[in-house]
């Protein structure tokens, strides 16, 4: 089984910074990607930014140059620095991650999503 929890939400300001973080746990062979998604009221999960075990990186248009993602092969960990964010920003974020288990087998896994929430 592998766990997934996202940290890091929060309220700010148009134009401020948050930080997410994510950790797996659990067993497994092997984390292969993992990725951001979002999810706004009234619309569909998207992606934000994905990252490959060798640090290849994937942007939704609407973030590039903002938000940067970056991961820990060694904690199993990845974070999303998020800067000049606007409130259409806000949304339910939530970490993914593509595992290999112990069978290999290729599972996802999602945390619980944490909030980011940006005022005007």
């Known amino acids: 089984q592998v766990h997934v929890v996202e940290s890091g939400g929060g ?4 134009g401020g910074s948050l930080r997410l973080s994510c950790a797996a746990s659990g067993s497994f062979f092997r ?3 993992m990725g951001w998604y979002r999810q706004a009221p009234g619309k569909q999960r998207e992606l934000v930014a994905t990252i490959t075990r060798d640090g290849s990186t994937n942007y939704a248009d609407s973030v590039k140059g903002r938000f940067t993602i970056s991961r ?4 199993n960990t990845v974070t999303l620095q ?19 288990t112990m069978v290999l087998r290729r599972s996802d896994a999602w945390g619980q999503g944490t909030q980011v929430s940006v005022s005007s």
Do not use: F, R
Not at 11 to 14: E, G, K, M, R, S
Not at 72 to 75: G, I, S, V
């Open 11 to 14: 309220l700010v300001q148009a």
């Open 31 to 33: 984390i292969n990607e």
């Open 72 to 75: 820990d092969n060694a904690k």
């Open 82 to 100: 998020m800067n000049d964010l606007k409130p259409e920003d806000t949304a339910v974020y939530y970490c993914n991650a593509d595992i290999t």
